[in-house]
């Protein structure tokens, strides 16, 4: 079964909206930590967010907010006033803390988000 | 540089060819993982090292893949009689190490591995 699975293999958005990129994952462990990263044309990835399993707010990183819905085991990211940097592939990424070695990310295939004028 | 650093950043080798990737972490992070990226797909776990130990070797997809570090500094991930599909991008990251689960991968910008 998919840890992680982003459902959306693209998605357009204009220039100065909003965007919301899926995520949802499967977990038994009760404690882990997503992360969210960007991956431009150039192949660097670059760390957007974090969230913890345990935190009781929602993520934020200036245009970047994460909508966790621990119920729902989804954890959607929000990206306000998309700019045209803003185009990218993005990853959603899981650590487990109490199943085998707590450290390894696994992630998910991928948004790839194209920013329109 | 304060980045982890890849080198090479790009490998053309003959099928059958033995290559060596390396990889220089961050200064400070004691843990280091390889990960692979095919092209257009996502990322794919091969090892993590915990200092120079490697609690976590499950992602190596045979045993033509090896990984070794210094103690917590350079690693060399290694594949021995490449084949055409070991062609992809080799992505190597550091965090600051083990209890700290919030720590981030920091990634270098890879070595793009051709099979030829």
């Known amino acids: 079964a998919q840890k992680i699975t982003q459902t959306q293999p693209g998605m357009f958005v204009q220039e100065k909206e909003a965007v919301t990129l899926d995520c949802t994952y499967d977990?038994?462990?009760?404690?882990?930590?997503l992360f969210w990263y960007k991956q431009p044309s150039s192949g660097e990835m670059i760390f957007l967010i974090y969230q913890g399993s345990y935190d009781q707010q929602n993520a934020t990183e200036g245009r970047y907010s994460l909508n966790f819905q621990k119920a729902r085991k989804s954890a959607n990211l929000v990206i306000s006033a998309s700019q045209l940097g803003d185009s990218a592939m993005y990853f959603c990424a899981m650590r487990e803390i109490n199943t085998g070695t707590a450290s390894k990310l696994t992630f998910g295939t991928g948004t790839r988000l194209q920013v329109t004028l | 540089g304060a980045g982890v650093s890849q080198s090479p950043s790009n490998k053309v080798t003959e099928k059958g060819k033995d290559v060596e990737l390396r990889c220089d972490p961050i200064s400070g992070h004691t843990a280091l993982y390889w990960y692979r990226q095919r092209l257009g797909q996502g990322l794919e776990f091969l090892i993590y090292?915990?200092?120079?130990?490697?609690?976590?070797k499950s992602g190596l997809p045979s045993d033509r893949f090896s990984a070794e570090r210094t103690g917590e500094s350079v690693s060399t991930l290694t594949i021995q009689r490449t084949q055409q599909e070991d062609s992809a991008v080799y992505l190597c990251?550091?965090?600051?190490?083990?209890?700290?689960?919030?720590?981030?991968?920091?990634f270098g910008n890879g070595t793009r591995l051709t099979v030829t």
């Open positions: 977990t038994s462990d009760p404690s882990y930590g």
């Open positions: 090292f915990q200092g120079n130990s490697a609690p976590d």
């Open positions: 990251a550091s965090s600051l190490g083990q209890g700290l689960y919030n720590s981030p991968l920091h």
